[in-house]
């Protein structure tokens, strides 16, 4: 297996457009999570899916901030309007339903300025 | 809601020494908790994986361990090398993934 899968690695745009980052999951892992991770914050669980649902969105900081599972290979999270604060690494992570164990992605860097 | 804390924040040692990384958390309901590496520009790396009904586990040099009751876990890493630097992150599974600030590991040639 490729392990999660996160597009796109690294995005510059402009203030107030749309952001869209991408996470393909490990096959068969039935719990999907984002986060983002900042020097001043550290790691921030912001949602998690189980089984396509989402389960918890309460790290989810503003109405910006969205997030999809259509399917079990694919979600997104999608930032609109988009602000430079919201410059940061966000990971996709998928989770082993046999054992539990966390598996991330490489993580996307938007830069928004 | 789960709080992670790890100590210290930063650790520097030379080379061959043992050392342990530290980590507690507030809630001890937990399924299970698991250490990650990360490296500087890097996605993090599962190290070991401990359910909350065991007590402890080994991988080659690193040893981690888990006290539930007290909301403790461990990480030992014996005859440390240069490799070993990176930032060493605890995380606790109670249905959400909540992790600590990590620490920062130097380790000196």
């Known amino acids: 297996d490729a392990g999660v899968i996160q597009s796109p690695r690294h995005e510059v745009t402009e203030m107030g457009q749309e952001v869209t980052l991408r996470c393909k999951p490990i096959?068969?892992?039935?719990?999907l999570f984002w986060y983002r991770q900042t020097m001043m914050r550290g790691l921030e669980l912001l949602i998690y899916?189980?089984?396509?649902?989402?389960?918890?969105d309460s790290g989810m900081p503003e109405d910006r901030f969205s997030a999809k599972m259509p399917n079990a290979s694919f979600s997104t999270l999608k930032i609109q309007p988009s602000e430079p604060r919201d410059s940061a690494v966000y990971f996709c992570?998928?989770?082993?339903?046999?054992?539990?164990?966390?598996?991330f992605g490489e993580g996307s860097r938007p830069t928004v300025l | 809601k789960q709080e992670v804390t790890q100590i210290p924040a930063a650790l520097s040692v030379p080379e061959g020494e043992n050392l342990v990384l530290n980590c507690s958390f507030t809630?001890?309901?937990?399924?299970?908790l698991q250490w990650f590496r990360q490296d500087p520009g890097k996605g993090l790396t599962s190290l070991l994986l401990?359910?909350?009904?065991?007590r402890e586990q080994t991988s080659g040099r690193l040893n981690a361990s888990l006290d539930k009751s007290s909301g403790r876990s461990t990480l030992y890493i014996a005859a440390s090398q240069p490799g070993d630097s990176a930032t060493y992150l605890c995380a606790v599974d109670d249905n959400d993934m909540r992790f600590g600030a990590g620490t920062r590991l130097t380790v000196k040639p």
């Open positions: 809630d001890s309901a937990i399924y299970n």
């Open positions: 096959s068969g892992h039935n719990s």
């Open positions: 401990i359910q909350s009904s065991q």
């Open positions: 992570a998928s989770e082993s339903a046999y054992t539990g164990e966390l598996f």
């Open positions: 899916f189980n089984n396509n649902v989402p389960i918890d």
